[in-house]
C-alpha cells in the first residue's frame, strides 16, 4: 500500500489522476477503469478532464465500471449513479456511453443482475485501475461494515448514517433508497490497480483504520491491506490519523525516478 500525503484536496486529485493516466495509458486505448461516485474523486475527475481535454489522454474506445447503485430508482432519476457517472464521468472525459456500466439496481431479479454485472466486468478482462473514495465509517462502494472481505456484486442495506450523508442529494431523507447493489469487496480485489482518494478531517478516523488498522469487516476498506497496488491519496487534513505519516511522507520524497508518476 502507499500512501500519499498532498498539501491540499486538489492537489491530491492532481496526484491521483497522475496515477490514474499512467495506468490507463500503459493498458492502451481500450483500458478498463472503475469509476466511483461521491465528492471525493470530483477532483481527480476534474484534473482527468484536464489532461482529456490537452490530448495527453484519450479513453474514447476506454471502457467504465461504476461501484454501484441505488435499488429502485427509475432509470434517468437525476441521483441515481447511472446519471451521476454519466454527469461526472462519461461526458467530461469524452467516453463512448456505450462502454460506461453502472449496476441495474432497477433489475426485477437483483441477484442476477448482480451476477451479470461481474460477467461484464469479466467479459472485457477485468478492471485495470479502480478509483475510490471512502465513507466515514470506512466503507468502499457501498460494502458497509460487517460485509464479507470476499464478497461479489450484490444487494446490500444502506447504514442509516449512510442514507443521512447522502441525504443531501435527495428532497428528504425518506427520499434515499434502503438498498443498494454495490460491487463486493472481492470484486473491487481483483482489480488490478487501486487509487483511493479521501479529503478532509471527517474522513481521518476511516483512513487510520484502512492503512493502519486491523484488516476486519468492522472497516471494510481495510482489505486493502492486502491489494498488491493500492494507491491512498489524501489530503493533511484526512492524514491528521495517521501514526506513520512522517515515513509515508519520506517515501514519496525519495521515491526512485522509474516509480514516479506525473
Ligand atoms: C458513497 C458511495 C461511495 C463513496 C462514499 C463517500 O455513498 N457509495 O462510493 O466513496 O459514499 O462519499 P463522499 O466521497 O461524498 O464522501
Same mark, same amino acid.
Given at each position: 500500500? *502507499?500512501?500519499?500525503?498532498?498539501?491540499?484536496?486538489?492537489?491530491?486529485?492532481?496526484?491521483?489522476?497522475?496515477?490514474?493516466?499512467?495506468?490507463?495509458?500503459?493498458?492502451?486505448?481500450?483500458?478498463?477503469?472503475?469509476?466511483?461516485?461521491?465528492?471525493?474523486?470530483?477532483?481527480?475527475?476534474?484534473?482527468?478532464?484536464?489532461?482529456?481535454?490537452?490530448?495527453?489522454?484519450?479513453?474514447?474506445?476506454?471502457?467504465?465500471?461504476?461501484?454501484?447503485e441505488y435499488v429502485g430508482l427509475q432509470p434517468g432519476h437525476p441521483e441515481s449513479y447511472a446519471e451521476v457517472i454519466r454527469?461526472?464521468?462519461?461526458?467530461?472525459?469524452?467516453?463512448?456511453?456505450?462502454?460506461?456500466f453502472t449496476p441495474n439496481g432497477f433489475a426485477e431479479?437483483?441477484?442476477?443482475a448482480?451476477?451479470?454485472?461481474?460477467?461484464?466486468?469479466?467479459?472485457?478482462?477485468?478492471?485495470?485501475?479502480?478509483?475510490?473514495?471512502?465513507?466515514?465509517?470506512?466503507?468502499?462502494?457501498?460494502?458497509?461494515?460487517?460485509?464479507?472481505?470476499?464478497?461479489?456484486?450484490?444487494?446490500?442495506?444502506?447504514?442509516?448514517?449512510?442514507?443521512?450523508?447522502?441525504?443531501?442529494?435527495?428532497?428528504?431523507?425518506?427520499?434515499?433508497?434502503?438498498?443498494?447493489?454495490?460491487?463486493?469487496?472481492?470484486?473491487?480485489?481483483?482489480?488490478?490497480?487501486?487509487?483511493?482518494?479521501?479529503?478532509?478531517?471527517?474522513?481521518?478516523?476511516?483512513?487510520?483504520?484502512?492503512?493502519?488498522?486491523?484488516?476486519?469487516?468492522?472497516?471494510?476498506?481495510?482489505?486493502?491491506?492486502?491489494?498488491?497496488?493500492?494507491?491512498?491519496?489524501?489530503?493533511?487534513?484526512?492524514?491528521?490519523?495517521?501514526?506513520?505519516?512522517?515515513?509515508?511522507? *519520506?517515501?514519496?520524497?525519495?521515491?526512485?525516478?522509474?516509480?514516479?508518476?506525473?
Amino acid at each position: 500500500m *502507499e500512501v500519499i500525503i498532498c498539501s491540499t484536496a486538489a492537489d491530491a486529485g492532481r496526484t491521483a489522476a497522475g496515477k490514474v493516466t499512467q495506468i490507463a495509458k500503459a493498458c492502451g486505448p481500450e483500458a478498463v477503469i472503475g469509476f466511483s461516485t461521491g465528492s471525493s474523486p470530483l477532483a481527480t475527475y476534474a484534473d482527468l478532464t484536464r489532461r482529456i481535454d490537452s490530448r495527453e489522454l484519450d479513453l474514447t474506445q476506454a471502457w467504465g465500471f461504476a461501484l454501484d447503485e441505488y435499488v429502485g430508482l427509475q432509470p434517468g432519476h437525476p441521483e441515481s449513479y447511472a446519471e451521476v457517472i454519466r454527469r461526472t464521468v462519461t461526458e467530461p472525459l469524452q467516453m463512448n456511453p456505450d462502454r460506461v456500466f453502472t449496476p441495474n439496481g432497477f433489475a426485477e431479479n437483483l441477484k442476477v443482475a448482480g451476477a451479470q454485472y461481474e460477467e461484464q466486468i469479466r467479459a472485457v478482462g477485468g478492471v485495470d485501475v479502480q478509483i475510490l473514495g471512502v465513507g466515514a465509517n470506512g466503507h468502499i462502494g457501498f460494502n458497509e461494515p460487517g460485509s464479507s472481505l470476499a464478497s461479489r456484486t450484490r444487494i446490500k442495506t444502506l447504514t442509516s448514517q449512510t442514507r443521512v450523508d447522502n441525504s443531501r442529494f435527495f428532497a428528504s431523507l425518506d427520499e434515499v433508497p434502503r438498498h443498494c447493489l454495490t460491487q463486493g469487496l472481492g470484486t473491487i480485489m481483483d482489480a488490478k490497480n487501486v487509487v483511493l482518494v479521501a479529503q478532509g478531517e471527517a474522513k481521518a478516523d476511516a483512513i487510520a483504520a484502512l492503512v493502519e488498522g486491523a484488516v476486519s469487516a468492522g472497516c471494510p476498506g481495510s482489505v486493502l491491506q492486502f491489494h498488491r497496488s493500492a494507491t491512498i491519496v489524501i489530503d493533511e487534513a484526512a492524514a491528521i490519523e495517521l501514526k506513520h505519516a512522517d515515513y509515508y511522507r *519520506e517515501a514519496f520524497a525519495f521515491k526512485p525516478s522509474w516509480q514516479r508518476f506525473e
